[in-house]
């Protein structure tokens, strides 16, 4: 694979493995220049330098996520900086405050999660995690929060991941997300508007902060950002958190017998094989970064995964290790753009893992059958073929 391929619209989702090739780019340059098509990216790979980017958004700007996801969400939170993004996301944030994620945990997680387990006990002793589980459970999590009725989830999951992984290059499908979501979901905030419920479109209806309150706009952004982050991203960390322990039986014993394991092993699978691998940013002004040169206005890639594989700040990084303890990943991000759904994301997957290790006795990978996680820009298994007692 090219450091070129990394970057021109094609589809890597079969790579099992792009770390080497991250390792081989870090070891030769600190920041990999790569040209595609007359456009300059700088590809940031190593744990101090992608520190860097997240923590200073003055210089290196997520203005340019509007370029990159605007043609199909609006504006969002991920491209607003200064007053503008502390304002939006102060009227957003109240719907994952400590007290409405533990309301959450109880009369909406939890009860999925048996609703979902007991369904796999019931078609035991075999099943297949990832169709029966991962792939469904966040997105009906985010749907019951928002309030919306599904009832093709399905059609809802494509429409979330057509969205989400809209291209410049191939625009139609993610357009075309764009627009039945919003069709879909242009009633309902109506009608929550004349008549509000206890959900989360009748709170940002609701929201107001310093004289300001979220636009109709404003709202079908963030709608249309939740359900294929909150959706997408949750499915493949719950997917590599299962992964990770079934494929690592000595440790998945550890979490069985010992459940304070469990929140390391999640943060382990955040640093060893996080759901996204890099994030964009723009330069404001011209910048060293590494000893190298960054004209104004240049694209850059803070590549998150590569710099949690960086062996100069993690020793061994491709080992997964529950031990390690390193909770200073930098998969949700870092500062004012810190990850807003993380306490959300937490909560359902150390419960679904809870519920699969205590009602799925002995689980384990099915032998006679292969996974593995795959994926460039989004990674997660193939399918979690397991058994249990």
Known sequence: MSEQSLLDGSILSEVRDPYPMFAAMRRSERVARVEVEGQVFHIVLRYDDVSQVLRDPETFSSSIMRDVMGPVMGRTILEMNGRTHTVHRSLVSGAFRPQAIERYAKMLVEPLVDEYIGAIQRNGPRAELVSQLTNHYPLTVIARLLGVPISDYQQFQKWSLDLIGYRAT??????????????FLAPIIDQRREQP?????????AAEVE?????????FGFLLLLLPAGAETTFRLLGNVLFALLSHPEQLEEVRADRTQL?????????????LLGTARKATRAVTLGGVQIPARAKVSAMIGPANHDEDHYPDPDRFDIHRHADDHLSFGLGKHFCLGYHLARLEVLTAVNAV?????????????????RGVSFRSPNQLPVLFD
């Open 170 to 183: 191939r625009p139609e499908p993610g357009l075309a997300a764009s627009r039945a979501l919003k069709a």
């Open 197 to 205: 419920q206890e959900d989360l479109i009748s709170e940002l209806l």
């Open 211 to 219: 004289g300001e309150r979220l636009t109709q706009d404003d709202i």
């Open 263 to 275: 929140a390391w092993a999640l943060e382990e699978t955040l640093r060893w094989e996080p759901p």
């Open 357 to 373: 290790l205590d009602r799925l006795p002995n689980v384990r990978l099915d032998p006679e059958q292969e996974c593995w996680i």
